[in-house]
C-alpha cells in the first residue's frame, strides 16, 4: 500500500514523515524517530510498555496505528526531562528505586505522569488502579508505587 | 581403603557411597555395566523410588560388594 | 572516630538509574546497524515428530529475502552447559532429523523487514513425520513410553541421591509420621525484555552479538563452539538485560539463528522472539511431582526425611540436572536433620523444556516442606513458629557431606516474626497468617561448564584524576549487580561511587565472570571486586607512606578520599593528590589492580547461605475460594546490607514473583501446546494484587562474603508459595497440595470438607 503522510509532534519537536498505513506508532517512534526509550512487551496490548502520552492521555503504542496519530502531540520518555531537568516523578523513581531492569520503566513512567498530570492527589488505591495495566516483572510494584505517592504528597516540587 | 567403580574407575570408600555415584552418573557406560550383570538398572531406579527402604541402593551395593575391585 | 563505612550500607540510586528513566539505557532490543536485517524463526507445531524433508525454495524465491537457514546449514552439535557430559548435551536448537516440542526451531529466514521474514516463513514446506508423544514424567517413565532419545531408555534424563543418617533407624524412633504428595506446577520468567539478538559476522570471520543474557560469557564459549569459531573471535555484548531470573545464560535460537544467517550473509542480523515465541520455546519452571516422608518426635524434633521426586524434564536436559539436586539439597533446609534420604529423577517429556528460574528447584522444594510442617505441627498441636525454632539450622552447623553453613540468623528472623505475628492480635474470619522459613545458596559452586577460569575477575585501573575504571564480568539484569560492585569497589578503594567508573557487559573488554546465576554476584564477583580495590589501595598507600612517614604502628588507610594514618585520621592527605603523584613515579603507568575469587573446599553447593522467615496474612473469600494478600513480612538475613534500597526492591519483587507462583502463575498445557502464551491469560500480579511489604533485616556478618555480604534476591523466591498455602490453612483449615492455589481448587476442597462434615 502506498505510504501516507503523518504530521505528528513528538516531544515538542514537529515532524513530517511517509509512513505505510499499517505501521503501528511504535514502530515509527522507535525504527523512523529512534525513540527507542519506549518499549514493546506483548504486542497484544497486555503489559503497557509501549504507554505514551497522545494529547495528554495515555495510550498503548502498539495498539494504535500511527495515521491515527495524525496531528496529534506525542510525549515519550524521552520527553519528560526538559533541558536535562528530570521531571518529578522521575526524580522520585531514582530515590524510590522505583525501577530494576528498566524494560517497563518508561511505561511506568508515561502512566504515572500521566495520573499525576490528572488528579495532583491521587490516593493509593489511584495510584494502583492508574498502573494495574503495566506489568512490573521485577519491583513488586511497591517501590513505584511509593515512588508516585510521595510527588502526590508535594516531595518533589519544583523548586522556584 | 576403598572400592573402585568397575565403569569408570573412581574410587569410594563404601559400596553404598559407589551404588549412589553409579545411579548419579547413570551415563550409558554405567548402566551397561549393571545390565551385564543381571540387574536392570532402570527397574533399580523405580523400586528405589516408589517403594520405602532404600531397595534399589541397596541391591545395587550389595552387587558391588562382590563385583567392585578393592583397594588400598 | 572515623564511620565504620562511608558507602556500603547507605541507599544509592541505582549507577544506571538516569540511563534507565531517561530512556537512554540501550537494550540489544534497541540495536540498530546499517543494512541490517531482521529474521524469523520457524518451529515445530507438533510436539514429536520426525523431520522428513525441508523445502526452503519458494520462501527464498520471496522478493526481501536474503537467506533461510535449517540444520543442515549448522554443524549438527549438541550443545549443552554440561559439556563434560556428553548425554547431556542433547540440544541441536536447529533440529536435523527430529523434533521433541512445539516450538522447536526448525528454520530461520533473514529479510529486509519482519513482515517479509514472517511471510517467508509460510513458505517453508516441512514434510513431518508425526511420532505418539509423552507429556508427564510418571508417564514418560513408564515401559513402552515414545522414547524422546536414543540414549535415554525410559526417558531417564538425570537421577541424584542425596543422603546422611540413617533414615530407617529415624523412623522406627518417631513417634509421628506423616506422608503427603504434592504436585509442583510450572511458571514462566516473563522477562520484559524477550529473547533477542543482533548478530554481526564480518568477513574478518569476526562475530559480534549483542543480547539480552545473564552470562556474556557462556554465549560467547557456547557459540564458538557451535559454529566452530575460535572463542575469542566472538564477542558478545550485553549492557543492558530487560530482566532474566534464569532463562538467559543458555544458548537460545535468537542467538543461535542470527549468527547463523549472518555467517552466510556477512550482514548484521536481528531477531526479536516475539512474546508468543518466549512462552512456547524458551525455558521455564520445572514442574515436580513430590512424595515426603516425615518422621518426628512428640515434642516436634525431627528425626527422619525421605523425599521422591520426579520432574517434568521437557524435551532436552538445559539447566534442569541441578534444579533436581537443588531442590533434593534445599529440601532440608533450614533444619537440622538427623537422618535424611532423597532420590530425584529428571524425564524427558514432549514439551518446552524446564531449566533455571529464580530459585532454581528450591521454590518446590520449600513449598513442600514447608506445607508438611505446617501440618505435622497441627497433628502434633505445636505452635508453627516453635516446632522451626526446635529445629533450626544455627551458626557453625554442618549438613553431612553436602555444606557448612557459618554465619545463620534463621532464629532472630523467627523471633522477629512471631513478634510481628502477635501485633496483629486476632484475625477476622477466613483470615490467616502462615509462616514459612527458608535458606539459600550465596553462591552456587557449580562448574558444569568446566570453566579454565577463575569464577569471577576484576581489573582496576587508577587515572591521574582519580577517577577508577573498574572492568568487571558480572551481568546486571535489574538485580542491581553493577551498583553493589561499584559501592564494594568505592569502600574498599576509600572512594566515593562517583569516582567509579564502571565497564560491564563486553566480553572483549571485561574479565571472565560466569554470570548472574546461582546467586553469586554479590558474594564471588564482590570478592573479585575487592580484591583488586584492596590491591589498588595498596599500591596508593605505598606513596603515601613516603609523604606521611607512619611509624611502624601507624597503618595507614583511605576513607572517603582521604588517605591518614588509621590511629590518627586527622593526619592524612588527599586521595587525589596521592594519585597524581603516584602515577608520576610510577613513570606515567596508571595504578592497575587484579581480583579474582574461585570457591575452594566450601561444600558442594555454596560458599555461604542466606536465611530468612516470611509471614503471609491473607483472606479467603469461601464463596468464591478467592485469595486476596493482606501482608507480607519478611526477616530476612542477607549478611551485611551493601544497598538497603536494592535489598528492598529485590525483595518485594521475589515476594511478587513467588506469589505469583503461589496463587495465580501456571502453564496449562494439551498435548504438549502450552495453552496460555500471552501476558492476557497467563496471570502475572499487578500492582492491585500486591499487599503491603514488611522487609525486617536481621544483620549477621558472614565471613566469607565481601565486608560480610550474601545473597539477598532468589531466595526471598522460595518461601512465599509455602507460607500462602499456610495462611490458606490457617484461614479455612484447607491444606492444597497443588500449585497454583487457585479459587477452583480452594472451592473444590470446601465442598469435599462440607461433605466429610456432613459425614
Redesign the interface.
Known sequence: MEKQLLRITVNNEYHELYVKPKRLLVEVL??EL??????R????G??C?CTVLLNGVTVKSCSILAMQADGTEVT???G??EGGK?SPI?RS?????A????????GM?ISATALINEKPSPTKKQ???A???????????????RAIKAVAEGKYKEEE | MGYKCPSCGKIWPDTMDLARHVFGTGDQAHKDWVNSKGLNFIELLLIQTMEPGNKGYKALAELLEKEAEKVD | MMKKYSVINTPIHNIDGIAKITGRAEYAFDIKLPHMLYGKILRSPYPHAKILKINTKKAEGLTGVKAVVTGKDTLGIKQGIWRRFKELCDEEILARSKVRYIGEPVAAVAAVDEDTAEEALDLIEVEYESLPGVFGPLEAIKQGAPQLHEHAERNINVTRHIEWGDVDEGFKKADHVREDWFRCSSQHHVCMETHNAVASFTPDKKLTVWTSTQSHYYIQVLLSWVLGLRENDVRVISRYTGGGFGSKFELDSAQFCSSLLSMKLFKPVKIILTREEEFMATKRRTPMFYYLRTGVKKDGTFLAKEGRVFTEGGAYTSMGATALYLTGFFQAFPYVWPSYRYDGYRVYTNTAPTSAMRGFGAPQATFCAETQIDLIANDLGIDPIKIRRKNAMYPGYEVPGQATIQSCGLSQCLDKIEKWIKSQGKLPPNRGIGIAAYGFMSGGIFNWFDTPYAFSSAVIQVKIDGKVDLYIGSQDMGQGSNTTMTMICAEELGVQVEDIRLHMGDTESCPVDLGAWGSRETLMQGNAVKMAAAKAKQQIIEYAAAKLSPNIVYDLDIKDRWVHLIARPERGLSYYDVVKEAIRGKDGQPIIARGHYTPHRKGMISPAYSFGVQAVDAEVDPDTGKITLKNCVTAHDCGQVINPLGVKGQLEGAMAMAAGYGFTEDLPMDEGKILNPNLVDYKVLRATEMPETKVIEVETYEPEGPFGAKEAGEGLTNPTAGALGNAVFHATGLSIKNLPITPEKVLEALKEKKKEEKK
Not at chain 1, 523513581?93 to 528505586?97: A, E, K, N, T, V
Request: charged share 15%.
Open positions: 522507535r525504527d529512534e525513540l527507542t526509550g519506549t518499549k512487551g506483548c504486542n497484544t497486555a503489559c510498555a515519550t520518555v524521552e519528560l526531562a528530570l522521575q523513581f531514582l530515590d524510590h528505586g525501577y530494576q531492569c528498566g524494560f517497563c520503566t518508561s513512567l495510584i494502583k488502579e498502573i494495574h495495566g503495566n506489568i512490573c516483572r521485577c519491583t513488586g510494584y511497591n517501590s513505584i508505587i
